[in-house]
């Protein structure tokens, strides 16, 4: 079979698989479902021409239905943005995601060939809340997809259309101006040959006491320094981007453009412990593939078992002071959230102290993951940008872990053979079962008309 054949199969059985969804989708929810009954009649004023009335309860920006009118307006004539259509506008986005996950393979791991690329980047597309979110009108799809798109811009220096793009990722969801910060940080660290970063800025793996990880820094900012005029040329697209951003959050008088009450910022920081379990569950087979077994193990010395203790001590601290209970959570018995946090919610939250352990080791295989492949400061970003689109959300949503995850996925050594198939068959056990509840055990609410049905 040819080089490109086998890609191509995968593109074609992929769009085939999502056009089936999305017609069964319709067939059993024809009307506009949980948030889409915001964004669907968004769209359709923008169809009729009405660019002006703006539902109060939507918090994001309007990019969702701008490209979804665009993309309706090529057919040439007055689109008809029925509930099918506008969802159907939402599967452009799978395929920007696909093609931004293999570049970004290319620049991350150049010793992968163009299949094994292609491979990877067909399993990772099928992370369960990102599938299943592209058959509804939400703006996951296109969040993503332009924040991978930018970062893979940058990775190929053209730092004027990363910027364009992370300004168009920003009109998707707000928070993804932490993200475009990232893009820049990452950038300016491989502004370093090679060896000299190396001498300061070793990979996560070879550090031993926090005093390398303030060494590392003070070595990039002497190569900052040492290099101004290629940081500012490198620099002013982002810093234009957030400027106006800051702009825009002046005029709005906050970040949310609406419905304020219930998206107010907190110091959520048990989101951390949550994006570390659900994100060592979904890769577990790809850390097993990617990270050898002594790595995983720790050595238990004395140090290591201070540091377990101090750990420990530190995360349950911050689950009994910093644990936020949105009222959306304890509510809506729609989403998996609910049941997760009553499962750990019983017994006096018991089984929430016992997820510190597990979010403890989790945290550690995905260090791992990454420490192999990437330096402190590649990490030291990456964290500091999770933490700041995480910790001040007050409400768990497993939406919010999708571009975190997908970077983390990126940038880990890549698992081949059957731990990548062992993967995919995890994500398609998911997505199998998820959109089956969603389809198929719908259920009825007392006080409201209505079906109601199980999701994310």
């Given amino acids: ?64 239905y701008v490209i979804s009118n665009l993309l309706l307006f090529a057919t040439g004539q007055r689109p008809i943005c029925s509930t099918l259509l506008l969802r159907l506008t939402n599967l452009i986005y799978p395929f920007l995601t696909l093609y931004a996950l293999v570049g970004l393979l290319k620049e991350l791991h150049p010793r992968l060939n163009y299949q094994e690329r292609f491979t990877a980047a067909a399993v990772v597309i099928c992370l369960p809340t990102l599938y299943f979110f592209n058959l509804m009108y939400y703006t996951d799809g296109g969040s993503t997809a332009f924040v991978l798109i ?51 800025d070793p990979k996560a793996a070879f550090i031993r006491t926090p005093l390398q ?59 951390l412990l949550y994006f570390s379990a659900f ?34 001590f530190t995360l349950t601290l911050c689950i009994r002071k910093f644990t936020v209970v949105h009222p959306f959570l304890l509510a809506d018995n729609r989403h998996y959230t609910f049941y997760i946090w009553k499962l750990l919610s019983k017994h006096n939250g018991v ?32 964290g500091i940008a999770t933490a700041l689109t995480l910790i001040p959300s007050p409400l768990l949503e497993f939406r919010y872990f999708i571009i975190p995850y997908l970077i983390y996925r990126l940038a880990m050594r890549q698992p081949r053979g059957v731990w990548l198939a062992l993967e995919f068959i995890t994500y398609t056990i998911i997505n199998a079962f ?23």
């Fill in 279 to 312: 994100t060592a569950g979904l890769s577990i087979f790809a850390i097993l593939g990617a990270v050898p077994l002594a790595r995983l193990l720790p050595k238990f010395t004395l140090r290591s078992w201070l540091f377990i203790s101090m750990m420990t």
């Fill in 1 to 64: 079979m040819s080089r490109m054949r086998i890609p191509v199969i995968l593109v074609v059985v992929h769009l085939v698989v999502l056009i089936i969804l999305a017609r069964t989708w319709y067939s059993a929810q024809p009307q506009s479902y949980m948030d889409e009954i915001f964004h669907v009649p968004q769209a359709q004023r923008y169809c009729q021409g009405d660019y002006w009335t703006w539902d109060p309860k939507l918090t994001t920006p309007p990019a969702l």
């Fill in 150 to 200: 930018s970062w893979l811009a940058a990775k190929r220096r053209h730092h004027f259309l990363a910027a364009l793009g992370s300004a168009v990722a920003v009109t998707f969801r707000q928070t993804n101006i932490i993200w475009s910060l990232f893009i820049l940080g990452t950038t300016l660290l491989e502004l370093a040959e090679p060896e000299e970063r190396r001498h300061y």
């Fill in 351 to 382: 089984l929430l102290y016992a997820l510190v352990p597990f979010s403890i080791v989790a945290a550690w295989f995905c260090w791992q993951a990454l420490a192999t492949e990437q330096t402190i400061l590649w990490l030291a970003v990456y």
């Fill in 213 to 271: 990880l303030v060494n590392a820094l003070n070595g990039f900012i002497h190569m900052l320094i040492s290099r101004i005029p290629i940081v500012l040329v490198i620099s002013i697209p982002y810093f234009g981007l957030l400027t106006a951003f800051a702009t825009f959050v002046k005029w709005n008088g906050g970040i949310v453009l609406g419905d304020r009450s219930n998206h107010v910022p907190t110091l959520h920081l048990a989101q």
């Fill in 434 to 456: 998820t959109i089956w509840m969603f389809l198929k055990r719908p259920f009825r609410w007392a006080h409201e008309e209505g079906v109601q049905r199980f999701m994310w």
